[in-house]
Nanobody, 114 residues
């Protein structure tokens, strides 16, 4: 299943960026992970088809995940960005919360300068 990401880039601390991801098919759960240099990939935010959202503690109150079920897209609005948010952001999708099969986008770089 192809996941195509857009957005990302370089922004100063305190700024905003928006990431978008389009899937070729419908998925029950879509979201975003990120990987900083030398660190493991971590969940940033996810959203189910019923709009049940989950966020990493580090981004709560700053990031907003949303989806369009009709278009099979998921977006991540990132506000009040910090240098610690720097990393490669990956779109993620799976059929359900119980599924062990994950699909990934190619990744998009987000760099926050201090």
């Amino acid at each position: 299943a192809q996941l195509v990401e857009s957005g990302g880039g370089l922004v100063q601390a305190g700024g905003s960026l928006r990431l978008s991801c389009a899937a070729a098919i419908w998925f029950g759960v879509m979201g975003w992970y990120r990987q900083a240099p030398g660190k493991q990939r971590e969940l940033v935010a996810s959203i189910t088809s019923a709009d049940v959202m989950s966020y990493a503690d580090s981004v709560k109150g700053r990031f907003i995940v949303s989806r369009d079920n009709a278009k099979n897209t998921v977006s991540l609005q990132m506000n009040s960005l910090k240098p610690a948010d720097t990393g490669v952001y990956y779109c993620n999708a799976k059929s359900s919360t119980q599924s062990q099969i994950n699909y990934w986008g190619q990744g998009t770089q987000v760099t926050v300068s201090s």
